[in-house]
């Protein structure tokens, strides 16, 4: 992804696509960010790291957005939902709650582990290493619900 970007960059540029144009930059400045970085220094950019960033990305500006929602800012906010369109383009389809249950019961099988809340930590890291594009808080609500 992050050798295509620059090419993205310049098509959006030849339509005249502001959001879009702009938003591409904060991905490559992302990922420039990412392998600059202290902890990263050295390191190359996988497609995990790739998909991570942009999803850190999203939650920045879904936090943006409920902030300019509670201060009558609507404009702004739209400008913020605009960007997370676009971003949300380069991350892979979210696990659905059918997904995550049969992950969960795939787990619950090949472990042999007892659906029991002491075993939670257990599934979820079972399940989110399955299903690396699930969402964290669905994941623990189908989990808490299928444990004793």
């Given amino acids: 992804m992050k050798d295509n970007i620059n090419a993205l960059i310049m098509e959006a540029m030849k339509k005249h696509d502001a ?11 992302a ?8 902890e990263n220094a050295g390191k190359e950019l996988t497609e995990t790291d ?14 943006s ?13 739209d ?13 892979p389809k979210a696990a659905s709650e059918e997904d995550i249950v049969r992950a ?8 042999g582990w007892e659906a029991e809340k002491k075993n939670m930590g257990l599934f979820v890291k079972a399940i989110k290493t399955a ?3 699930a969402d964290g808080k669905m994941v623990a609500q189908v989990v808490q619900s299928r444990l004793v």
């Fill in 131 to 133: 299903l690396p594009n």
């Fill in 50 to 63: 790739e998909i991570q960033v942009i999803k850190k990305m999203v939650k920045q500006r879904q936090e």
């Fill in 79 to 91: 400008a913020e939902q605009a960007q997370i369109d676009v971003l949300e383009t380069f991350l």
């Fill in 104 to 111: 969960f019961n795939a787990a619950k099988e090949a472990n």
């Fill in 31 to 38: 990922f420039l960010n990412w392998q600059t970085s202290k």
């Fill in 19 to 29: 959001v879009r144009t702009e938003t591409l930059r904060a991905i490559k400045s």
């Fill in 65 to 77: 957005v409920e902030q300019y929602i509670a201060a009558g800012r609507k404009e702004l906010a």
